[in-house]
């Protein structure tokens, strides 16, 4: 069966390289499937161009990868399903079976799958799912609609190496950057996190040295890390540096990082590897003396071993007093960072921690901001306690903070590429 692998994703502030459709392709490939890639993030007339494509090429499966659901931030939100619908019915007229996968896709499957009306659809990692259902389609045997990938993704190992598939360079004048992963999953509880709570899958350190080395050797050197956060095992964290460093060279890289764990090791690693720019995740819920002397010991540590930090500040949850908010930004007002991003607008989704506060607290629902007058969740909805201007006045006049949202930029940006 022939596979056509869409991009639809069409955001630029900065555009994303499809990672997750790099590792399709190399699974692809792995088992001898017959493929090719459209990539429209900066097509002028993305809907024609995937009609000639499916019009030249008569793909069997139209696989599309769901990135986001929206840009997740209150101030200038975007709603992408829209898109993804309409490219699903160009595949469909083709007589295309539709799959669906990706981030985006995977925090409300069956939510989307009723609005696009796609055929199938991938939970989790697609990888190994992916050429299951493949198998299922060719010989008549499917029978569900939305498969687990992280059912089928096997302990530790990938029998698959990444697949350029992509024009880098495309990506890069546009302030682009070459993503890569560590791991899949994540064992925080962040209650507004879609990605809270799931399986870790810790890969092969030598080969993400391997694949590291493979993209080097085309001339890129500035990566970003696409884990949900780096520092879930320090052990493999310190194993992945060393790989880094020893099969592929030091490259510059930013990884995203929660408060613990850490040691000294790991923050010598990361600067042996040539990791120099990191974002730090983190709330106001914990304000208390020992918490703070902890945050101020990882930011001493990171700054020893020269990576730049920026902050991405969680603050006005539900129940939460907005002195938590003001005892932290004065905290880190003091501390050795370049920037920190004050979110307090929380883009509520279906299955959530957040969610399942406001569905059984009829109190929290007041707090609630609708993008749409649809009462689904799969359209944009917010959750904000705290009052903006008292936000505003708590980090006026200090430089390095930002309310975020309203500047379309990422860290990596603000730290400096």
């Given at each position: ?8 994703n ?68 975007e ?96 302030d ?33 040295g ?15 890390l ?24 030091p490259?510059r ?67 939460e ?21 004050v ?17 059984h ?57």
């Amino acid at each position: 069966m022939r596979v056509l692998l869409i991009n639809p994703n069409r955001y630029h502030f900065p555009p994303v390289l499809p990672v997750g459709i790099e590792y399709l392709a190399g699974s692809l490939t792995s088992h001898g499937k017959d493929f090719f890639v459209l990539d429209l993030c900066f097509s002028e007339n993305p809907e024609n161009e995937l009609l000639q494509t499916l019009e030249s090429c008569h793909p069997d499966i139209a696989a599309i990868s769901v990135r986001q659901t929206d840009t997740v931030l209150y101030h200038q939100n975007e709603f992408m399903l829209p898109g993804i619908r309409n490219f699903t019915g160009i595949c469909k007229s083709q007589g295309c079976i539709t799959v669906l996968g990706g981030s985006g896709f995977s925090i409300m499957p069956e939510e989307i799958m009723e609005y696009t009306n796609a055929d199938f659809g991938i939970y989790g990692p697609g990888e190994y799912s992916f050429i299951k259902l493949i198998n299922f389609i060719d010989n008549g045997q499917c029978k569900e609609k939305i498969l687990n990938g992280y059912a089928d993704f096997p302990s530790s190992t990938q029998d698959y190496q990444r697949e350029i598939v992509s024009d880098y360079s495309s990506y890069l004048k546009n302030d682009g950057v070459v993503g890569f992963r560590t791991q899949i999953g994540c064992d925080g509880k962040c209650i507004f996190c879609t990605e809270a709570d799931k399986r870790i899958i810790f890969h092969n350190p030598e080969k993400i040295g391997r694949e590291i080395a493979m993209i080097k050797k085309t001339g890129y050197q500035d990566f970003h890390l696409c884990d949900s956060e780096f520092n879930l095992n320090i052990r493999h964290c310190i194993e992945v540096c060393k790989a880094i460093k020893d099969i592929s060279g030091p490259v510059r890289w930013a990884l995203y990082m929660k408060p613990e764990p850490f040691n000294e090791d790991l923050f010598y690693w990361l600067h042996q590897s040539g990791a120099d720019r990191l974002t730090l995740s983190m709330d106001t819920l914990d304000t208390s003396n020992h918490y703070l002397r902890m945050i101020r010991d990882l930011l001493l540590l990171a700054n020893r071993h020269h990576l730049k930090v920026a902050i991405d500040l969680s603050t006005g949850l539900p129940y939460e007093d907005i002195q938590n908010a003001q005892k932290m930004i004065n905290f880190l007002d003091r501390q050795p960072v370049r920037t920190v991003g004050v979110n307090f607008f929380y883009r509520v989704y279906p299955g959530t921690g957040l969610y399942h506060m406001i569905r059984h607290d009829a109190g929290l629902q007041r707090f609630l901001i609708r993008s749409s007058e649809n009462e689904s969740f799969l359209y944009p909805v917010f959750f904000n306690c705290f009052d903006i201007s008292k936000m505003t006045r708590l980090v006026k006049k200090r430089k390095k903070f930002r309310i975020e949202g309203f500047e379309k930029a990422t860290n990596y940006q603000r730290l400096g590429k």
